[in-house]
């Protein structure tokens, strides 16, 4: 069987550490499209879509944001599965029919996420399990066909709509990447809760974190009994 082909539309104003993270995380043959300089895909030919976070919000006045979650409402609208993540999970919920706000407060550092309800992209996983968190938006109204898979106490950390799920944690995170997140918070949330993070993301912390990179594994299975079953079956031999 041929390898997955993902489209990653890497979100990221700079993109190194994101693209790092996802081509090590994930099982597939990436495309990679710049979605900040308005490179996007034009097809939906893909057996899935990545989307990946960002410093930028949903609700800026930035020109390749709309694109984006056009392209978004599109794959969906095809039956591609999609991953959205940080970022990417806010702009699959405003894709989908959801809405984003700006929080009155910011969450950093390895946080407790709890699950809710059962889904196969958390198979494997614990009802509350430990993610690196970073953002100061949250998903404030599911789309409306949406099922809400993960929560804590800053808001929406999950959720799925058909083919598609959205979580707002970085399961592909690795500790040079925490720190140097954290570190490039300062002007946002000030050097005392920046040092405090980064005395938090510790080799220990990191591992806990690493249970719930399993979803990227759960994600590329579901993509591959997908594809599996929209593949026309093999001619029979005379």
Not at 30 to 38: N, Q, S, Y
Not at 43 to 57: A, C, E, L, Q
Not at 161 to 181: I, N
Request: hydrophobic share 40%; with cysteine.
């Amino acid at each position: 069987m041929t390898r997955l082909r993902f489209a990653l539309l890497n979100a990221a104003h700079d993109g190194a550490n994101t693209r790092r993270n996802f081509r090590r995380e994930l099982d597939a043959d990436l495309v990679e499209f710049d979605a900040t300089d308005g490179h996007l895909p034009d097809h939906t030919d893909f057996d899935g879509v990545v989307v990946t976070g960002s410093r930028s919000s949903v609700y800026w006045d930035e020109a390749w944001i709309p694109p984006l979650i056009d392209y978004v409402a599109e794959a969906a609208e095809a039956g591609l599965p999609i991953l959205g993540v940080c970022y990417g999970h806010q702009v699959l919920a405003e894709a989908l029919g959801g809405r984003v706000a700006g929080m009155d407060s910011f969450e950093i550092g390895y946080n407790a996420v709890r699950r809710r309800g059962d889904d196969e992209l958390f198979d494997g996983i614990d009802e509350e399990f430990t993610a690196f968190t970073t953002h100061g938006d949250t998903v404030v109204e599911l789309p409306p066909t949406a099922t809400l898979l993960a929560e804590n106490d800053h808001g929406v950390h999950a959720f799925r709509d058909g083919h598609c799920w959205g979580v707002q944690f970085h399961p592909e995170y690795d500790l040079d990447t925490a720190r140097e997140v954290a570190d490039g918070k300062r002007r946002r949330i000030g050097d005392a809760r920046v040092d405090a993070a980064l005395r938090e993301i510790t080799p220990e912390a990191h591992d806990a974190a690493c249970e719930v990179k399993g979803l990227f594994d759960n994600f590329t299975e579901y993509a591959r009994r997908l594809r599996a079953d929209r593949e026309p079956p093999a001619a029979a031999d005379d």
